[in-house]
């Protein structure tokens, strides 16, 4: 029996009146991966739906992390260059620091080459006077330089050297016995 156009279009009449042969044609036609794909459209559409999701949410912790890292750079940046300038100030005060001392061994080593101590008279005090006017000299018993020996240019390498035991003070130098 010959199928025709005529009879085709009966066929789809038929099939939109009855749904069920429909779907019994489609499953005699069509392979079985065919009669899945709407199935996997709609599993892969609402995986599609939540990566979307999670590459929004990537995205918002990316830029997050990008302006923290901005900052931190920023912040690392500001550190250094105070860094930078502490290490100046350090060095310009360490500088001026060894000058200072620099000068004032100087100075001391002048005011030591001033001074010179002498053996000791047993029945007399020996004080050593300094001859640049510096340092005011100072007897044991309170400040007058009345019954000892001044003597000018003394050596403090003399002092040290045991002749007496003399103590540099601010306002002078004291010979004791």
């Known amino acids: 029996m010959p199928f025709t156009i005529r009879d085709f279009e009966d066929l789809v009449r038929l099939l939109y009146e009855h749904p069920e042969w429909r779907e019994r044609l489609r499953s005699v036609i069509l392979p079985e991966e065919i009669l899945t794909l709407p199935q996997l459209v709609r599993e892969n559409s ?9 590459v929004a949410e990537l995205v918002e912790l990316h830029n997050r992390m990008e302006k923290k890292i901005e900052e931190l750079v920023e912040t690392q940046r500001r550190g250094y260059e105070e860094f930078l300038a ?19 061994h100087d100075e001391l080593r002048a005011d030591v080459e001033d001074f010179r101590v ?7 005090q020996t004080v050593c006077a300094p001859t640049t006017g510096r340092f005011g000299i100072e007897s044991l018993t309170g400040g007058d330089a009345h019954g000892t020996d001044v003597t000018p240019a003394c050596n403090v390498v003399d002092i040290c050297g045991g002749y007496h035991d003399c103590s540099i003070r601010p306002r002078g130098v004291v010979a004791r016995s």
């Open 118 to 124: 002498v053996p000791r008279d047993p029945k007399k």
């Open 46 to 54: 609402e995986a599609i739906g939540r990566l979307e999701q999670a």
């Open 86 to 104: 502490y290490r100046q100030a350090t060095d310009t005060a360490f500088r001026e620091l060894a000058e200072t001392v620099r000068r004032n």
